[in-house]
């Protein structure tokens, strides 16, 4: 990313997508492995809009929050039994059963030239981390 910005000439426009999580935002119990290195993507998109502040590249943030996909569930197992079924109900009430609300936001981002950098999904876990940013940050 650094080599194609140094490179960049300014008479094209161009677009970088960084993928996060909303993991990077709310820290969920036996996700730190997971979570810090989605917060370091998140903060680097953050840096880099501003280093390109005056060329025409736009950073655009991608942060989906909890899809039924069976990554979370591979995730969690090398907790305990116990830890493992409590954290199992909790991704299953959590989350989303397709994953068309992320598809639309990444096509969002792409076609966008706006300076909007975070595009987030789905809507209900967004909010989630925006409250919980709010109240515990």
């Known amino acids: 990313t650094k080599r194609f910005i140094s490179n ?14 909303l993991a990077s935002i709310i820290p969920f119990p036996n996700m730190g492995v997971y979570s810090s290195p989605k917060a370091s993507l998140s903060m680097i998109a953050k840096s880099l809009k501003h280093e390109v502040k005056d060329k025409n590249i736009k950073i655009k943030l991608i942060e989906p929050g909890a ?4 990554f979370n569930e591979f ?10 079924l409590k ?25 966008s030239n706006t300076s ?5 999904a789905p809507i209900i876990q967004s909010f989630g981390a925006k409250l919980y940013a709010i109240l515990f940050q």
């Not at 909007?116 to 987030?120: D, G, M, S, T, V």
């Open 8 to 21: 960049y000439k300014n008479k094209k426009t161009g677009k970088v997508l960084i993928t996060s999580s």
């Open 67 to 70: 899809y039924y996909t069976g």
């Open 75 to 84: 995730m969690l197992n090398d907790l305990d039994e116990d830890t493992y």
């Open 87 to 111: 954290e199992k109900r909790l991704f299953r009430l959590i989350e989303s059963k397709n994953t068309n609300s992320i598809e639309r936001k990444m096509v969002k981002a792409l076609e």
């Open 116 to 120: 909007k950098l975070k595009y987030r």
